[in-house]
T-cell receptor, first 113, second 114 residues
Framework: DAGVTQSPTHLIKTRGQQVTLRCSPK?????VSWYQQALGQGPQFIFQ???????QRGNFPDRFSGHQFPNYSSELNVNALLLGDSALYLC????????????FGQGTRLTVV | DQQVKQNSPSLSVQEGRISILNCDYTNSMFDYFLWYKKYPAEGPTFLISISSIKDKNEDGRFTVFLNKSAKHLSLHIVPSQPGDSAVYFC?????????????FGPGTSLSVIP
């Protein structure tokens, strides 16, 4: 079992650009959540996808969008990047209807310059 | 609006002693609580959880205590080992209203000194 895999592991982008991050959930999981973790802080919930629809959303602007595919994998898109978007982006997968024990990937470190 | 608080950014404990990590929450709708451990360059790893219908849950060296009236929970690690050195996140969810949306605290960095 490969667990939750994220790609890429590191990324450098310029202000104003757009970025797409990818996540493959753990086998048997159908729900994907995305988190942003700034330095020295806990993960902040961005949104959650289940059955290819956004089900929950945290306090993030519309520049943050996502998608879930039929195989449960997911993408996080961020448009018009700001310096403040520099952070570790974590993907977590879980099985809907189970206890909320989410499994996390290793994250994508995004640096905006 | 920080709904999950961990007021101690760091904690140092001698190997073999007890580590106690504290967490407070403000949202009375939270009914499920989790602790995650995070090593550098890795994603958080689930450690232990507790439902609001319980006041204690134990798993090996790890025990979580929940005091609903005080909106407080704590994680006890006994005995502490050097491999326990990591950042510990307290997290909470409101299963009945927000399903799998999990809110994390800012974390406590635990150092276990050999």
């Amino acid at each position: 079992d490969a667990g939750v895999t994220q790609s890429p592991t590191h990324l450098i982008k310029t202000r104003g650009q757009q970025v797409t991050l990818r996540c493959s959930p753990k086998s048997g999981h159908d729900t994907v959540s995305w988190y942003q973790q700034a330095l020295g802080q806990g993960p902040q919930f961005i949104f959650q996808y289940y059955e290819e629809e956004e089900r929950q959303r945290g306090n993030f602007p519309d520049r943050f969008s996502g998608h879930q595919f039929p195989n449960y994998s997911s993408e996080l898109n961020v448009n018009a990047l700001l310096l403040g978007d520099s952070a570790l982006y974590l993907c977590a997968s879980s099985a809907r209807g189970m206890n909320t024990e989410a499994f996390f990937g290793q994250g994508t470190r995004l640096t905006v310059v | 609006d920080q709904q999950v608080k961990q007021n101690s950014p760091s904690l140092s404990v001698q190997e073999g002693r007890i580590s106690i990590l504290n967490c407070d929450y403000t949202n009375s709708m939270f009914d499920y609580f989790l602790w995650y451990k995070k090593y550098p360059a890795e994603g958080p790893t689930f450690l232990i959880s507790i439902s609001s219908i319980k006041d204690k849950n134990e798993d090996g060296r790890f025990t979580v205590f929940l005091n609903k009236s005080a909106k407080h929970l704590s994680l006890h690690i006994v005995p502490s080992q050097p491999g326990d050195s990591a950042v510990y996140f307290c997290a909470a969810s409101a299963m009945k209203t927000s399903y799998d949306k999990v809110i994390f605290g800012p974390g406590t960095s635990l150092s276990v000194i050999p």
